[in-house]
């Protein structure tokens, strides 16, 4: 006895399969085959419903012809938004971005800078390096362009362009990352995990940018010889358009390297916009080897070639895994308290705001201290502050002064540091304090970066 399911007659096994009417029964541990190599196989073992891809493609599930879900040697891969109750395991449900500032909201030194011709750090953890623009001059500002989902941006701008281009000229944007902090990920290993870079980025030039991925090996800097080094490039395809790209990259397999260890720099990411044509060229793109003087893969427009030329960039997210999912967003204050171990700038920014208490030391030294909110990256930080010395004012013995020097000498470890500031005709052994003399233009700051 048989029946016919939709044109199909089959035959009753009743060991196996169960077919009457218009169902079709099969029992558990027995399996449907589909296609010539019976590569998709369909099954159930009496507790788990089974699908199995046994062929060399990938199993895909779509809607209206396009994919939606494929399911890959390594992972999952999710075309469009995932609707979830809550994510609670892996580095999806925490923060997986290793870069900090990737969306370019904090800015502790500043929102502008012009006539820029050196290597420098603007946005926070964000360093242009520069080398050898000859008169060329750069701006960078954070500014409110950024595609949906965002609201600032990293903006470069060409503001004197340098007639031809130096041989050895450098213009790229880099993060370096703590060695601490990818410590756990396999990289000079035999087996290394894959790492996806996914950003956003317009310009008003159109065509191949370069960018590169490095590992530093046993605690070089970025930019020795003995750095891994794996370029790449992306295309803007339309003119003065955001857009978004995303690379996978699978880390360095060479077992002879050492990782790097501690706060020092471990891996960093770089964004080319101008090289020279030493610094150009580089032949084995997409694989990983050392850090030579061609240090892009092509010659990124030769950014200072007019005073037209832009480049935007924000959304900036690198992540373990081979699929980028969408950019992990957090609040201004934890981006910020974040940022404040590389960097930490404390305005005063009430026309009388305090700075510190002070002791006397002798008639034109005083002695203060600041304790920080994060513990710094490193001891004995690069100490800077606003330098008019009539917008500042010393309290001592009742008596109102103008300082003189603030912060030479003075010793900062990881949590703290001590704070002297000079004036004159003070009295040794007395007390006081220091504040700002009616303005907000009062600052100190500690450059802890890498």
């Known amino acids: 006895m048989g029946a016919t399911v939709r044109g199909i007659t089959l035959g009753r096994y009743s060991d196996s399969v169960d077919a009457k009417d218009d169902e079709v029964t099969l029992l558990d541990n027995k399996k449907i085959y589909l296609g010539t190599g019976n590569d998709l196989q369909l099954s159930h073992d009496g507790s788990n419903s089974i699908i199995n891809d046994n062929g060399t493609g990938t199993l895909k599930l779509q809607s209206g012809g396009s994919d939606k879900l494929e399911v890959l040697s390594t992972g999952v891969k999710i075309t469009g938004d995932v609707q979830a109750t809550s994510l609670n395991d892996g580095s999806i449900s925490g923060d997986r971005n290793f870069l900090l500032n990737g969306e370019c909201l904090i800015a502790q030194r500043g929102t502008q800078f012009t006539a820029q011709s050196a290597a420098a750090y603007h946005l926070d953890r964000w360093k242009t390096h520069a080398f050898n623009v000859d008169s060329g001059r750069y701006q960078v500002d954070q500014i409110a362009d950024a595609p949906d989902g965002f609201k600032k941006s990293l903006k470069y701008s060409c503001t004197t362009a340098n007639g031809s281009q130096n041989t050895n000229e450098q213009l790229y944007v880099q993060q370096q990352i703590e060695a601490q902090n990818i410590n756990w990920l396999k990289y000079f290993h035999a087996s290394p995990d894959t790492v996806t870079l996914s950003f956003h980025v317009k310009s008003n030039n159109t065509g191949t940018f370069g960018a590169a991925l490095k590992l530093t090996d046993n605690n070089s800097a970025e930019n020795s010889g003995d750095t891994r080094n794996y370029e790449f490039q992306y295309t803007i395809s339309s003119a003065d358009t955001w857009e978004k790209k995303t690379i996978s990259i699978t880390l360095d397999s060479d077992t002879s390297q050492a990782k790097s260890t501690g706060a020092n720099v471990g891996m960093a990411v770089q964004f080319w916009l101008s090289a020279g044509t030493n610094r150009d060229g580089v032949t084995s793109l997409l694989t990983w080897g050392g850090n030579g003087n061609a240090t892009s893969g092509v010659d990124n427009k030769t ?63 005083s002695y203060g201290g600041v304790i920080f909110p994060v513990k710094l990256r490193a001891v004995n930080a690069t100490f800077t502050h606003h330098s008019t010395y009539s917008d500042w004012q010393l309290y001592e013995s009742g008596t109102a002064r103008t300082p003189s020097d603030i912060g030479s000498g003075s010793r900062t470890g990881k949590q703290s540091s001590e704070l002297r500031i000079d004036s004159t005709s003070m009295t040794a052994g007395s007390g006081g304090w220091v504040r700002a003399n009616n303005n907000t233009n009062c600052w100190v700051a500690w450059d802890a970066e890498i």
């Open 303 to 365: 950014f200072f070639s007019s005073t037209a030329n832009n480049f935007f960039i924000t959304g900036i997210q690198l992540e373990v895994g081979p699929v980028g999912t969408s950019y992990h967003h957090k609040t201004y204050e934890e981006e910020l308290a974040k940022c404040y171990r590389y960097y930490y700038r404390l305005e005063l920014d009430d026309p009388y705001a305090y700075l510190t208490n002070i002791g006397v030391n002798s008639a034109t030294i």
